[in-house]
């Protein structure tokens, strides 16, 4: 019997009872209701291969691979490899895919016209400690904003790339990093639950549109330091067949960044959209 346990106070949940590969259309469908309602789901102890784990992400909508070329699975393109060949042959340490994810809180997609409906992992290793990914509430970053903020942000809308401000693409061939920008409103009413969300990535976001180069700056720090809320994350400790999905409409996400480098983290990822 499938049970869903809440795991943080507005974000976050567990499901139990399940495995995957034999899952029904009924029981599916309760884990995707407990997902738009926690906005990301843990699905523990699954022994999964490749198409299990493509099979089930695919229920959720289209599979499509990821913009970084060099970390996409040789035999599975719509699959992105997570810490694998993280030491160069001289034996030095790579921190692009070291710490990749934990450059900060982020929304995964946000670079394409149609960003990431969702992003899920599994688990293959994980280390002796550290390692979390934390999650945190676009819902409870919005509700938190002062009146005055909510009525400035009301119809703004962000110019987003994959690289932001800082351009930072260096998980990219030499030939994908020039990003032309998309737009997306920055209070982004979510398609399925209805419910409002500060759509912002402080490190994909050009600019706020209408606003002078200053003035755009300043109001993406201000959104920046707020939006992560109080009681609107949930830190998860990765165990080894772990599945983790994400809502990128209405969740952030950062990776610790803070295990032992000599030992594997690995996972399988796969970015879904909504459509091809």
Not at 21 to 32: E, N, P, V
Not at 33 to 61: K, T
Not at 138 to 158: C, S, V, W
């Amino acid at each position: 019997m499938i049970e869903v346990r809440r795991l943080g106070k507005q974000i976050g949940a567990e499901i139990v009872g399940v495995d995957v590969k034999k899952l029904d259309d009924a029981g599916f469908a309760q884990i995707y209701r407990a997902w738009l309602d926690a906005n990301v789901v843990v699905v523990p102890g699954q022994e999964l291969a490749i198409p299990d784990f493509l099979r089930y992400s695919r229920r959720f909508g289209v599979v499509v691979p990821h913009p970084s070329k060099s970390t996409r699975h040789p035999d599975y393109p719509e699959i992105t490899q997570l810490g694998v060949n993280k030491f160069d042959a001289a034996g030095k340490l790579d921190m692009a895919i070291y710490r990749r994810g934990a450059e900060g809180w982020h929304t995964d997609g946000a670079y394409d016209q149609e960003p990431f409906k969702a992003t899920q992992l599994y688990a293959l290793a994980v280390p002796s400690r550290g390692g979390n990914t934390l999650f945190a509430s676009m819902y409870a970053a919005y509700d938190g904003l002062p009146q005055h903020l909510k009525e400035r942000l009301e119809g703004r809308i962000g110019a987003f790339t994959y690289g932001g401000r800082r351009k930072a693409t260096a998980l990219l061939n030499e030939e994908d990093r020039d990003w032309t920008p998309v737009f997306h409103p920055i209070v982004r009413t979510h398609p399925e639950t209805g419910r409002k969300a500060l759509y912002f990535d402080p490190g994909k976001i050009l600019r706020i549109e209408g606003l002078e180069p200053a003035e755009s700056d300043a109001l993406i720090d201000e959104l920046t330091a707020r939006m992560i809320q109080p009681d609107g994350e949930y830190h998860h400790q990765w165990r080894k067949g772990d599945i983790v999905i994400w809502d990128n409409r209405c969740s952030y996400h950062k990776a610790a960044g803070d295990y032992p480098p000599e030992e594997d983290r690995i996972h399988w990822r796969v970015s879904i959209k909504e459509r091809a």
